[in-house]
């Protein structure tokens, strides 16, 4: 596609719920990654996919969070047993390969109540 | 541990002034430093630093890099209404993680 697509553009859960937050990368990147933007704060890295294999996971929370990008492309980003605190702006980006610029999503803003 | 500090926080100025917003950081294993525009929630890529003193420059808006004093400014002359948004400075390491770690962010508002 033209850019980074994410779905849902916003999500209202309920604490202890599941959600599935997914990314479409631009075509033909085989870099991808999860950021977590705060109110007031900037991007946090989550994990970085390089293929279909998380190449860094350094930056997920806790066992709570899990992603996947099973045919090297989209990817989903699976939050388990949701708290008030995982309330953020969850951002996508996807890069030509690695150590190349990187393009961002428009985000899922994620409220949990 | 890595850390990007962006100043000003906030700032907010008339159409035409000229402004200059402010990032430095300590890192280990630099490689290059980027500087993106939040209007909504994408941040949209504007320019990416990796050598000292040489100017890159888009329209009414440039950036340097002083690899020496660890700090970039992003500069934006004439400024519009349409420019107002949160800039996000970020920097890139080598040698492991092809995370960005960013700072918090300059919020503009430009004025009519």
Same mark, same amino acid.
């Given at each position: +596609?033209? #850019? ?8 209202? @859960? ?6 599935? %937050?997914?990314c =479409? ?5 085989t870099?991808l ?6 109110? +007031?704060? #900037? ?8 293929? @279909? ?6 930056? %997920?929370?806790? =066992? ?26 969850y ?14 999503g ?8 | ?26 890192v ?20 990416m ?56 962010g ?7």
């Open positions: +596609g033209a #850019g980074v697509s994410q779905t849902p553009s916003n999500k209202v @859960t309920e604490k202890g719920k599941y959600v599935e %937050l997914r =479409d990368p631009i075509s033909g990147h870099a990654y999860w950021y977590r933007q705060s109110l +007031g704060q #900037g991007p946090e890295f989550l994990i970085y996919f390089q293929g @279909t294999g998380a190449a860094d996971d350094s930056g %997920l929370p806790n =066992d709570r969070f899990f992603a996947v990008r099973p045919e090297g492309s989209v990817s989903t980003l699976k939050i388990q047993r949701t708290e008030r605190g995982d309330s953020a702006v951002l996508c980006a996807s890069s030509r390969t690695y150590q190349e610029t990187q393009y961002f428009p985000g899922t803003r994620l409220l949990v109540l | 541990e890595d850390k990007v500090v962006q100043s000003p926080l906030s700032l907010v100025v008339h159409e035409g002034d000229t402004v200059t917003l402010n990032c430095s950081y300590e280990t294993n630099f490689r290059s430093l980027l500087w993106y525009k939040q209007e909504k929630k994408a941040p949209t890529f504007l320019f630093l990796t050598s000292s003193g040489i100017e890159k420059k888009s329209g009414r808006l440039s950036s340097i890099l002083d690899k020496k004093e660890l700090f970039s400014i992003l500069n934006i002359t004439a400024t519009q209404t349409g420019d107002s948004a949160v800039y996000l400075c970020a920097v890139e390491t080598q040698g492991g993680s092809e995370k960005l770690v960013f700072g918090k300059t919020k503009l508002t430009v004025n009519p």
